[in-house]
T-cell receptor, first 114, second 114 residues
């Protein structure tokens, strides 16, 4: 079992739809949870960063963390064609010598159709 | 403000050769991390450096090495290249090496080994 599981999709939705992206994890030591967006031929761009269980909202994006279920989600409201990208979940735990390394999911490829 | 910059953007090498990839962090960021992203996968942790010291190393062979300079820029070196080293190599910077210091990625160096 991989430490972080993420459905690679692809996921195709009409413009204006609400998008739900999810990841599950097995390592209870994970403390910090992130969502990155990656456009083709670009590096990952940080979208959301959370520490505790609960919801965090930023514009059209809401990140949700449920540590008891080891489950994180990203919701995108009023999706736009410009949201078409690969979305990567990432999480970190202390790995010794003062280091926190990120463990990523495979990424979900999202297409928003006009 | 300039983000994380990486050079070169693309590189083609032959099996057995050596390669050096370069990274300049965001101004004020003292920690640099390197990740390898194979097509269709999420990035995998290679190294983290903070204040010129190695703080973490992922599960990569000794052919991979890195260093951080006094100006916080960094180099990733890979010796005796294998076909399987073909990937997007991402550099990320953060203010510190702690978990509450999120990573910001550059656009990567795409390495092709033939």
């Amino acid at each position: 079992q991989k430490e972080v599981e993420q459905d690679p999709g692809p996921l195709s939705v009409p413009e204006g739809a609400i998008v739900s992206l999810n990841c599950t994890y097995s390592n209870s030591a994970f403390q910090y949870f992130m969502w990155y967006r990656q456009y083709s031929r670009k590096g990952p761009e940080l979208l959301m960063y959370t520490y505790s269980s609960g919801n965090k909202e930023d514009g059209r994006f809401t990140a949700q963390v449920d540590k008891s279920s080891k489950y994180i989600s990203l919701f995108i409201r009023d999706s736009q064609p410009s949201d078409s990208a690969t979305y990567l979940c990432a999480m970190s735990a202390y790995s010794g010598a003062g280091s926190y390394q990120l463990t990523f999911g495979k990424g979900t490829k999202l297409s928003v159709i006009p | 403000d300039a983000g994380v910059t990486q050079s070169p953007t693309h590189l083609i090498k032959t099996r057995g050769q050596h390669v050096t990839l370069r990274c300049s962090p965001i101004s004020g960021h003292k920690s640099v991390s390197w990740y390898q992203q194979v097509l269709g996968q999420g990035p995998q942790f290679i190294f983290q450096y903070y204040e010129k010291e190695e703080r973490g190393r992922g599960n990569f062979p000794d052919r991979f090495s890195a260093r951080q300079f006094p100006n916080y820029s960094s180099e990733l070196n890979v010796n005796a290249l294998l076909l399987g080293d073909s990937a997007l190599y991402l550099c990320a910077s953060s203010l510190a090496h702690r978990g509450n210091s999120p990573l910001h990625f550059g656009n990567g160096t795409r390495l092709t080994v033939t």
